[in-house]
T-cell receptor, first 111, second 113 residues
Framework: DAGITQSPRHKVTETGTPVTLRCHQT?????MYWYRQDPGHGLRLIHY???????DKGEVSDGYSVSRSKTEDFLLTLESATSSQTSVYFC??????????FGPGTRLTVT | AQSVTQLGSHVSVSEGALVLLRCNYS??????LFWYVQYPNQGLQLLLK??????LVKGINGFEAEFKKSETSFHLTKPSAHMSDAAEYFC???????????FGPGTSLSVIP
């Protein structure tokens, strides 16, 4: 299995609070991604990174920001959490034409 | 723009029967194609991938998929379903090595004893 971990695995937070999710890899892969998974929507890309300090928006980036200061870490921040951001968040890593390898997910509940 | 459709959000098969999960894509160039499986409360796991080599791709757990350019399809099959195959299956596409991956909505597979 690819060495990819996510923390925390579960989090409950209140509306309006900031939340940061962490993705850590030990594979030295260049590309890292954050997705959210919701019933009826499959996986939707939030942000991705193609190198240290190089990031770009995905299809559902509003309300989210990311940072990648080291190859191994990719942080997803919800500046002010809303109930619509209740979801399961997955991090993934890849190298070019290989498939993506996914982390175990973080279940976030915003009350 | 790339897109992926998966016919049937839920598929049920009997144990030992053929599994067929359908995937069609739209792409302006020969794409990279993937199938992923997700077991309950887990992340996605790569089953197999097509990257312009052989059109019939064999993956893990006895699954295979055939790329048919004329039909823009990449259907997933397994000759004999096992109870452990019950999971959510996602088809995905990207047009080049550098593109983002686009996922289909997923198909939930149930296996009936």
């Amino acid at each position: 299995d690819a060495g990819i971990t996510q923390s925390p695995r579960h989090k409950v937070t209140e509306t309006g609070t900031p939340v940061t999710l962490r993705c850590h890899q030990t594979e030295n892969h260049r590309y890292m991604y954050w997705y959210r998974q919701d019933p009826g929507h499959g996986l939707r890309l939030i942000h991705y990174s193609y190198g240290v300090k190089d990031t770009d928006k995905g299809e559902v980036s509003d309300g989210y920001s990311v940072s990648r200061s080291k190859t191994e870490d990719f942080l997803l921040t919800l500046e002010s959490a809303t109930s619509s951001q209740t979801s399961v968040y997955f991090c993934a890593i890849s190298e070019l034409d290989r498939g993506q390898y996914f982390g175990p997910g973080t279940r976030l509940t915003v009350t | 723009a790339q897109s992926v459709t998966q016919l049937g959000s839920h598929v049920s098969v009997s144990e030992g029967a053929l599994v067929l999960l359908r995937c069609n894509y739209s792409s302006s160039v020969p794409p990279y194609l993937f199938w992923y499986v997700q077991y309950p409360n887990q992340g996605l796991q790569l089953l197999l991938k097509y990257t312009s080599a052989a059109t019939l791709v064999k993956g893990i757990n006895g699954f295979e998929a055939e790329f048919k350019k004329s039909e823009t399809s990449f259907h997933l099959t397994k000759p004999s379903a096992h109870m452990s195959d019950a999971a959510e299956y996602f088809c995905a596409v990207k047009e080049t090595s550098y593109d983002k991956v686009i996922f289909g909505p997923g198909t939930s597979l149930s296996v009936i004893p």
